[in-house]
């Protein structure tokens, strides 16, 4: 074929691109844009082939993957195209890519959006697991990176309420509550950490929540019985 006669050839291959329009021939219609698409010496042309080739990808071709990958390329080339932001936003949602709209976020975002879009997906999860996997990675962004320890503690007060067991929630919410001076807070998350302990770790948690107990609700005989 002439595509494959004279790959280099701008003017064949926007010919070639005319006539698989023309016959619906889409296979050979996105290989003559990726070609274009490396071609094309302005990058506003070669954001055009690559927009086409990324619509056609979804609409025609049923593969969203390599339509996201086309969407990925646009912003290398024009880094506020905002069709390719939003391709990119719903491609990750839609699929549960988590890890590549992390990644998306770190380069084109802000870290603050990012925990942001990780809560409001909250309410359009079922799955228990898949909750708590969002809800300790926006605590870990908004506590280590954010420096916002209030809104990690809503997060992690949130695993809880999911899976009052959940160990790392619990630890990672005493270290908060002490830093924010919460201590108020711990007798819940104490008990959580008395189940998986014993002896002199279990005797210093014991320990611990008594203290709670009488400096911060004057309960000394709740304390003295633990």
């Given at each position: 074929?002439?595509?494959?006669?004279?790959?280099?050839?701008?003017?064949?291959?926007?010919?070639?691109?005319?006539?698989?329009?023309?016959?619906?021939?889409?296979?050979?219609?996105?290989?003559?844009?990726?070609?274009l698409s490396r071609l094309e010496p302005e990058d506003a042309a070669r954001v055009a082939c690559l927009e086409k080739l990324a619509l056609l990808c979804q609409r025609r071709l049923d593969d969203?993957?390599?339509?996201?990958?086309?969407?990925?390329?646009?912003?290398?080339?024009?880094?506020?195209?905002?069709?390719?932001?939003?391709?990119?936003?719903?491609?990750?949602?839609?699929?549960?890519?988590?890890?590549?709209?992390?990644?998306?976020?770190?380069?084109?975002?802000?870290?603050?959006?990012?925990?942001?879009?990780?809560?409001?997906?909250?309410?359009?999860?079922?799955?228990?697991?898949?909750?708590?996997?969002?809800?300790?990675?926006?605590?870990?962004?908004?506590?280590?990176?954010?420096?916002?320890?209030?809104?990690?503690?809503?997060?992690?007060?949130?695993?809880?309420?999911?899976?009052?067991?959940?160990?790392?929630?619990?630890?990672?919410?005493?270290?908060?509550?002490?830093?924010?001076?919460?201590?108020?807070?711990?007798?819940?998350?104490l008990d959580v950490l008395l189940i998986e302990h014993e002896g002199e770790e279990r005797q210093t948690l014991l320990m611990a929540k008594a203290?709670?107990?009488?400096?911060?609700?004057?309960?000394?005989?709740?304390?003295?019985?633990?």
């Open positions: 074929s002439l595509l494959t006669q004279q790959p280099e050839d701008l003017e064949s291959l926007r010919a070639l691109s005319t006539i698989y329009q023309r016959d619906a021939a889409y296979e050979d219609l996105s290989r003559v844009w990726v070609e969203e993957a390599r339509a996201s990958q086309m969407w990925e390329a646009i912003l290398r080339l024009e880094t506020d195209h905002s069709r390719a932001h939003a391709e990119l936003r719903k491609h990750f949602i839609t699929t549960r890519n988590w890890i590549g709209m992390e990644a998306y976020f770190r380069e084109h975002a802000s870290l603050e959006e990012w925990a942001r879009t990780l809560e409001s997906e909250l309410k359009h999860l079922d799955e228990p697991q898949e909750r708590i996997t969002l809800l300790m990675t926006a605590a870990t962004v908004w506590s280590d990176e954010l420096q916002e320890g209030r809104r990690a503690v809503r997060c992690l007060e949130a695993v809880l309420d999911i899976d009052p067991h959940h160990r790392d929630a619990a630890y990672a919410l005493v270290e908060r509550y002490e830093a924010l001076s919460m201590a108020g807070r711990l007798p819940r998350v203290k709670v107990l009488g400096d911060h609700f004057n309960d000394w005989p709740a304390a003295m019985t633990l």
